[in-house]
């Protein structure tokens, strides 16, 4: 007996060639069968989806989970359009927290405020109290005086961080810290509590469930400034022990945590973590997935390291020393990881592409998936290279309307076409896989695909518009192209037999609506494994039997 049937769906599996199915059975968390290999079957629980589109989970192939988690506790500065509107919503929250609580906002964009705030500025609103303001692209913050005493800045006493700037005036320190200066803030926070990354952990999963979600790749725990926690995986596996994991999540590891080992002269692990732990493993709920190491900065915050000067600015900055980045990776490489090389501007990117080249070289791996997240400015004579050593960029699309604009005015018109691409990857053979960098950018993948399809900018303007794809393909992005990336398509992906029935019920098709109208569609219902993590209600509208369709107010199936 089936533990669950789907009946009068218009369910689209997204297998190459394949038409609509209207039946679909799941036994135990996976599918067994559609149409007619299942219409007979009896099953515990039956849904009448009255022709309710149903397509396979969402994947986001790149996320801060904890980071999104913990920002919905902090003030939200995403909306200040001013700088005396930053200030308003400081001290609003100084207000009203305990003598010795930190001030600490998230997502603000001195691209919209017409600036950064200045030290002074803040000291005057929170007077003696710490403050944190972290800017939207996560690759530098500003605080006040009182942090930079207690980070040692001040008197002289901070350490120098290679790739990281304290930018100074005629007066000393602003306040901003720029990419690895952000380090003497959080060392004076960091780790917190894994009970506490349990918990936002779960408050994002929850989120995420609503947008269909079912697969996130979180690009980057365990050490550098991305990271929460050195221990930071157990807050995964807790959160999944708790039942608050209503989402598989694939983990990239921080290069910074990753470190030599000694094995014997025949193994090739001489870098990686304790106990020969490598890229995949885990199981089909938390899995480590590639090594996530940081070649340069943010394209909104003009640290990105491009071969020619921005038309607003320099030419950026890598994070480290570029002997150092392609040492890392190809030790990586030769220690059997995957990579995921951050790399945004057009020069980081050659770096990444040379790295990904002499590791292949020093040792073929045919079964290597490695990645380049953003490749935010690619020039033409790089797009072949992408395809000739197998390099899959990772892209988000959504930034074309939320700071495409701005973007567009770093580059100039004649680099505007390189711009966070697609169809050209895609008419090489490249596979461009669906993601946010949330919460750098809104993360509801129906939202990421209006932009895949219209690449329009908030102001309007439209972004490499021959980059532009369908949006049929835009939904193979963050379904069958985001099981790819992370190397699970045997089991995600697509619904057909033996894959996990993990399924999205939607209010329409993206194909079937005005490409505006795509990031209109609503989530209906998610479910993980069969089991409803979103949308019970409607589920049980759909209910045709007595027997109640599994919901996971906190998720865990029994047996694991």
């Given at each position: 007996?089936?533990?669950?049937?789907?009946?009068?769906?218009?369910?689209?599996?997204?297998v190459?060639?394949?038409?609509?199915?209207?039946?679909?059975?799941?036994?135990?968390?996976?599918?067994?069968?559609?149409?007619?290999?299942?219409?007979?079957l009896?099953?515990?629980?039956?849904?009448?989806?009255?022709?309710?589109?149903?397509?396979?989970?969402?994947?986001?192939?790149?996320?801060?989970?904890?980071?999104?988690?913990?920002?919905?506790?902090?003030?939200?500065?995403s909306?200040?359009?001013?700088?005396?509107?930053?200030?308003?919503?400081?001290?609003?929250?100084?207000?009203?927290?305990?003598?010795?609580?930190?001030?600490?906002g998230?997502?603000?964009?001195?691209?919209?405020?017409?600036?950064?705030?200045?030290?002074?500025?803040?000291?005057?609103?929170?007077?003696?109290?710490?403050?944190?303001?972290?800017?939207?692209?996560?690759?530098?913050?500003?605080?006040?005086?009182?942090?930079?005493?207690?980070?040692?800045?001040?008197?002289?006493?901070?350490?120098?961080?290679?790739?990281?700037?304290?930018?100074?005036?005629?007066?000393?320190?602003?306040?901003?810290?720029?990419?690895?200066?952000?380090?003497?803030?959080?060392?004076?926070?960091?780790?917190?509590?894994?009970?506490?990354?349990?918990?936002?952990?779960?408050?994002?999963?929850?989120?995420?469930?609503?947008?269909?979600?079912?697969?996130?790749?979180?690009?980057?725990?365990?050490?550098?400034?991305?990271?929460?926690?050195?221990?930071?995986?157990?807050?995964?596996?807790?959160?999944?022990?708790?039942?608050?994991?209503?989402?598989?999540?694939?983990?990239?590891?921080?290069?910074?945590?990753?470190?030599?080992?000694?094995?014997?002269?025949?193994?090739?692990?001489?870098?990686?973590?304790?106990?020969?732990?490598?890229s995949?493993?885990?199981?089909?709920?938390?899995?480590?997935?590639?090594?996530?190491?940081?070649?340069?900065?943010?394209?909104?915050?003009?640290?990105?390291?491009?071969?020619?000067?921005?038309?607003?600015?320099?030419?950026?900055?890598f994070?480290?020393?570029?002997?150092?980045?392609?040492?890392?990776?190809?030790?990586?490489?030769?220690?059997?990881?995957?990579?995921?090389?951050?790399?945004?501007?057009?020069?980081?990117?050659?770096?990444?592409?040379?790295?990904?080249?002499?590791?292949?070289?020093?040792?073929?791996?045919?079964?290597?998936?490695?990645?380049?997240?953003?490749?935010?400015?690619?020039?033409?004579?790089?797009?072949?290279?992408?395809?000739?050593?197998?390099?899959?960029?990772?892209p988000?699309?959504?930034?074309?309307?939320?700071?495409?604009?701005?973007?567009?005015?770093?580059?100039?018109?004649?680099?505007?076409?390189?711009?966070?691409?697609?169809?050209?990857?895609?008419d090489?053979?490249?596979?461009?896989?669906?993601?946010?960098?949330?919460?750098?950018?809104?993360?509801?993948?129906?939202?990421?695909?209006?932009?895949?399809?219209?690449?329009?900018?908030?102001?309007g303007?439209?972004?490499?518009?021959?980059?532009?794809?369908?949006?049929?393909?835009a939904?193979?992005?963050?379904?069958?192209?985001?099981?790819?990336?992370a190397?699970?398509?045997?089991?995600?992906?697509?619904?057909?037999r033996?894959?996990l029935?993990?399924?999205?019920?939607?209010?329409?098709?993206?194909?079937?609506?005005?490409?505006?109208?795509?990031?209109?569609?609503?989530v209906?219902?998610?479910?993980?494994?069969?089991?409803?993590?979103?949308?019970?209600?409607?589920?049980?509208?759909?209910?045709?039997?007595h027997?109640?369709?599994?919901?996971?107010?906190?998720?865990?199936?029994?047996?694991?």
């Amino acid at each position: 007996m089936l533990d669950l049937k789907l009946i009068n769906g218009r369910i689209f599996t997204m297998v190459d060639g394949a038409p609509p199915a209207h039946a679909l059975g799941i036994f135990q968390g996976r599918i067994v069968g559609l149409d007619d290999e299942v219409r007979q079957l009896r099953a515990r629980s039956t849904l009448d989806c009255a022709g309710t589109v149903v397509v396979p989970g969402f994947g986001d192939s790149h996320n801060h989970m904890a980071w999104f988690g913990q920002s919905l506790s902090e003030v939200d500065l995403s909306g200040c359009r001013t700088l005396d509107e930053l200030f308003d919503a400081v001290a609003d929250c100084a207000s009203g927290l305990t003598e010795d609580a930190w001030v600490v906002g998230s997502g603000y964009d001195d691209t919209i405020l017409g600036g950064h705030p200045h030290r002074t500025d803040l000291d005057r609103i929170a007077r003696d109290r710490p403050v944190w303001l972290k800017h939207r692209s996560g690759h530098m913050c500003t605080v006040n005086t009182e942090v930079l005493e207690r980070a040692g800045v001040l008197n002289g006493s901070a350490p120098t961080y290679e790739g990281g700037t304290v930018v100074r005036d005629s007066d000393g320190p602003t306040g901003l810290l720029e990419e690895q200066a952000q380090k003497l803030v959080t060392a004076l926070v960091v780790p917190y509590p894994v009970t506490d990354l349990i918990d936002a952990i779960g408050e994002a999963s929850a989120i995420y469930a609503s947008e269909g979600l079912t697969h996130v790749v979180e690009a980057g725990i365990g050490g550098g400034w991305i990271g929460r926690s050195a221990v930071e995986l157990a807050a995964y596996v807790g959160a999944r022990h708790r039942g608050l994991l209503r989402t598989r999540v694939q983990l990239m590891v921080a290069s910074d945590a990753l470190h030599a080992l000694e094995c014997h002269s025949a193994d090739r692990s001489t870098f990686g973590l304790d106990l020969g732990i490598a890229s995949g493993f885990g199981d089909d709920r938390v899995r480590i997935g590639a090594m996530k190491i940081f070649m340069d900065g943010s394209l909104i915050g003009r640290t990105a390291a491009v071969t020619d000067p921005f038309c607003d600015h320099g030419t950026g900055s890598f994070q480290l020393s570029t002997e150092t980045l392609m040492r890392r990776i190809v030790e990586a490489h030769r220690s059997g990881w995957n990579v995921a090389a951050h790399a945004i501007g057009d020069s980081a990117v050659d770096v990444a592409l040379d790295a990904f080249e002499t590791a292949q070289q020093e040792m073929p791996r045919a079964d290597a998936r490695h990645r380049i997240e953003h490749a935010g400015m690619v020039r033409p004579d790089q797009l072949d290279r992408f395809a000739s050593l197998g390099i899959t960029p990772v892209p988000q699309p959504r930034f074309l309307y939320e700071v495409g604009d701005t973007m567009a005015d770093a580059v100039g018109a004649e680099r505007e076409p390189w711009v966070y691409r697609h169809r050209s990857f895609l008419d090489r053979g490249v596979r461009v896989p669906g993601s946010s960098d949330r919460p750098v950018a809104s993360g509801a993948p129906l939202l990421g695909m209006q932009s895949m399809v219209l690449r329009q900018s908030s102001g309007g303007a439209t972004i490499g518009p021959e980059e532009r794809v369908d949006a049929e393909t835009a939904l193979r992005a963050y379904t069958v192209d985001a099981a790819w990336a992370a190397g699970e398509e045997d089991c995600r992906g697509t619904l057909e037999r033996g894959k996990l029935a993990d399924l999205v019920f939607l209010s329409a098709h993206p194909v079937e609506v005005p490409p505006e109208e795509i990031g209109q569609i609503t989530v209906l219902a998610t479910l993980l494994e069969g089991i409803c993590v979103f949308g019970q209600n409607h589920v049980d509208h759909l209910q045709t039997t007595h027997h109640t369709v599994p919901y996971a107010p906190h998720f865990e199936r029994s047996g694991d």
